[in-house]
């Protein structure tokens, strides 16, 4: 596996932008916060110093000079390692007790380094870096100096600094981990997809993706592409049926037909009339012609390119008529019409005339066509809440459960031999104007016999 293609990945990708804004967080809010310990510390120290150098100024007041300087001498003595700076100045500047050598040049609170008397255990270095924060000013001709070594506060803006860096070490660190982890089992993910698809593509409809139980994106953008697969091979499957039935139902009435035509020069040649193998040779192209014309319309009526725009058509008087003109068909054919329905007003549909009656004589022709002398067909028309019901049943030999679905596509036949009369486009044909009208189709066992049954929406 590449390892390029796993960091360009979406996932790495997105946890790198998801990094880099927490970073941006990070030291936004390590910035604000040092800000605010710093204000916080820097505004004790000030009420620290000030209560201080307050005291010293009032021991003086009520005391004198002498007792200040014993108090400032005791209190530095007490100050360790220097952190703490008192020192009290007379009017030349001289020292005259504390810890501080050196008056600072100007009174007021002040941050910097302060001369203060050396310490043992302190390096040159480490007084060079000490800063003092402190405040400077006169009680009549003595100056007052009071500072806190702010050592502490570097130590602690360090501290926080240094726990923000590693926090945001690790964290970044474990995100982009995490990322290309995440990056690399989509990545193999998608070349499984791939490798899936290319099968597909060299021929194998049976190659499927393989789905994780994971159920992220990519599992079920790959389960919906598997759903299509399946429906791409049976696309195809029922393709190669209809045309290896095209050509078996073509191949009859075409050898017919040159034979025919056959038979009609050798009458031609004998000086006999050959007007008979001909009327036999153009009966023959009219049944194709007519298989051409059905699956055409077919065709036009599924992909809504027919032209039809549809109007109010009353389906009680369309059917009336049909059954009247079948109901002598079948008496012709020792077979028995029952048209039974609702008394009321007109049933109105929104359709095509000619579609729907079409589709109520490929039904009746059927019932007729598969029932047989003696045959019952009950023909009957109801309306129910906002739908009318078209029902045809018979009690012919039915339909399979397993094949009721099959017998709606185009050049279906229950007889594998295809040696019975037939193009099977009717039934298709029914579907397809079902479909186009959003009716409903149901097939459905008689007992004897098969029922169907059309729901056309009112």
Same mark, same amino acid.
């Given at each position: 596996?590449?390892?390029?293609?796993?960091?360009?990945?979406?996932?790495?990708?997105?946890?790198?932008?998801?990094?880099?804004?927490?970073? &941006?967080?990070?030291?936004?809010?390590?910035?604000?916060?040092?800000?605010? &310990?710093?204000?916080?510390?820097?505004?004790?120290?000030?009420?620290?110093? /000030?209560?201080?150098?307050?005291?010293?100024?009032?021991?003086?007041?009520?005391?004198?000079?002498?007792?200040?300087?014993?108090?400032?001498?005791?209190?530095?003595?007490?100050?360790?390692?220097?952190?703490?700076?008192?020192?009290?100045?007379?009017?030349?500047?001289?020292?005259?007790?504390?810890?501080?050598?050196?008056?600072?040049?100007?009174?007021?609170?002040?941050?910097?380094?302060?001369?203060?008397?050396?310490?043992?255990?302190?390096?040159?270095?480490?007084?060079?870096?000490?800063?003092?924060?402190?405040?400077?000013?006169?009680?009549?001709?003595?100056?007052?100096?009071?500072?806190?070594?702010?050592?502490?506060?570097?130590?602690?803006?360090?501290?926080?600094?240094?726990?923000?860096?590693?926090?945001?070490?690790?964290?970044?660190?474990?995100?982009?981990?995490?990322?290309?982890?995440?990056?690399?089992?989509?990545?193999?993910?998608?070349?499984?997809?791939?490798?899936?698809?290319?099968?597909?593509?060299?021929?194998?409809?049976?190659?499927?993706?393989?789905?994780?139980?994971?159920?992220?994106?990519?599992?079920?953008?790959?389960?919906?592409?598997?759903?299509?697969?399946?429906?791409?091979?049976?696309?195809?499957?029922?393709?190669?049926?209809?045309?290896?039935?095209?050509?078996?139902?073509?191949?009859?009435?075409?050898?017919?037909?040159?034979?025919?035509?056959?038979?009609?020069?050798?009458?031609?040649?004998?000086?006999?009339?050959?007007?008979?193998?001909?009327?036999? !040779?153009?009966?023959?192209?009219?049944?194709?012609?007519?298989?051409?014309?059905?699956?055409?319309?077919?065709?036009?009526?599924?992909?809504?390119?027919?032209?039809?725009?549809?109007?109010?058509?009353?389906?009680?008087?369309?059917?009336?008529?049909?059954?009247? !003109?079948? /109901?002598?068909?079948?008496?012709?054919?020792?077979? !028995?019409?029952?048209?039974? @329905?609702?008394?009321?007003?007109?049933?109105?549909?929104?359709?095509?005339?000619?579609?729907?009656?079409?589709?109520?004589?490929?039904?009746?022709?059927?019932?007729?066509?598969?029932?047989?002398?003696?045959?019952?067909?009950?023909?009957?028309?109801?309306?129910?809440?906002?739908?009318?019901?078209?029902?045809?049943?018979?009690?012919?030999?039915?339909?399979?459960?397993?094949?009721?679905?099959? &017998?709606?596509?185009?050049?279906?036949?229950?007889?594998?031999?295809? @040696?019975?009369?037939?193009?099977?486009?009717?039934?298709?044909? &029914?579907?397809?104007?079902?479909?186009?009208?959003?009716?409903?189709?149901?097939?459905?066992?008689?007992?004897?016999?098969?029922?169907?049954?059309?729901?056309?929406?009112?």
């Amino acid at each position: 596996m590449d390892r390029g293609n796993v960091l360009s990945g979406a996932a790495f990708t997105a946890v790198l932008q998801s990094a880099v804004v927490f970073l &941006v967080v990070l030291i936004t809010v390590g910035f604000l916060t040092n800000s605010y &310990v710093e204000r916080t510390m820097t505004g004790e120290l000030r009420e620290d110093i /000030q209560a201080r150098w307050s005291l010293f100024a009032a021991d003086y007041r009520d005391e004198g000079i002498e007792p200040l300087m014993e108090l400032i001498d005791n209190a530095a003595s007490f100050s360790a390692q220097g952190q703490r700076a008192i020192g009290l100045f007379d009017a030349d500047g001289k020292s005259v007790a504390g810890n501080i050598l050196a008056r600072p040049k100007a009174d007021g609170w002040h941050h910097g380094a302060l001369d203060l008397v050396p310490i043992a255990s302190q390096t040159p270095a480490d007084e060079h870096d000490i800063d003092y924060f402190y405040r400077s000013d006169r009680v009549d001709d003595y100056t007052v100096v009071v500072g806190q070594r702010l050592d502490r506060m570097f130590l602690t803006d360090r501290t926080v600094f240094r726990t923000l860096s590693i926090t945001g070490f690790i964290v970044v660190l474990a995100m982009l981990s995490a990322g290309y982890l995440l990056s690399r089992e989509s990545l193999h993910k998608l070349e499984r997809l791939e490798k899936a698809l290319q099968r597909v593509s060299d021929g194998d409809m049976s190659a499927r993706i393989a789905v994780s139980p994971h159920n992220d994106q990519i599992d079920r953008i790959a389960g919906r592409m598997n759903t299509h697969l399946d429906s791409l091979s049976q696309l195809m499957s029922s393709t190669r049926s209809t045309a290896a039935a095209v050509a078996h139902d073509l191949k009859s009435p075409l050898a017919r037909a040159y034979l025919g035509l056959g038979r009609a020069l050798a009458q031609v040649d004998a000086g006999n009339d050959p007007r008979a193998e001909i009327e036999d !040779t153009q009966a023959e192209l009219e049944q194709m012609s007519a298989i051409f014309n059905t699956f055409m319309r077919l065709a036009r009526i599924e992909s809504g390119a027919d032209g039809v725009k549809f109007a109010k058509v009353d389906l009680r008087g369309l059917v009336d008529d049909l059954a009247e !003109t079948y /109901q002598l068909i079948a008496e012709d054919q020792g077979q !028995t019409l029952i048209y039974d @329905r609702a008394a009321g007003d007109t049933m109105t549909v929104m359709g095509d005339s000619a579609m729907l009656q079409q589709l109520v004589v490929n039904l009746l022709e059927n019932a007729l066509k598969h029932g047989g002398e003696g045959n019952e067909i009950r023909l009957s028309l109801d309306r129910g809440a906002e739908r009318a019901r078209l029902t045809i049943a018979d009690r012919g030999p039915g339909i399979p459960e397993a094949a009721r679905a099959a &017998v709606f596509e185009p050049f279906y036949r229950l007889d594998p031999s295809r @040696r019975k009369p037939g193009s099977g486009l009717g039934l298709a044909l &029914v579907s397809a104007i079902a479909a186009r009208h959003q009716a409903d189709i149901t097939l459905a066992d008689n007992n004897p016999g098969l029922r169907v049954s059309v729901t056309f929406s009112q």
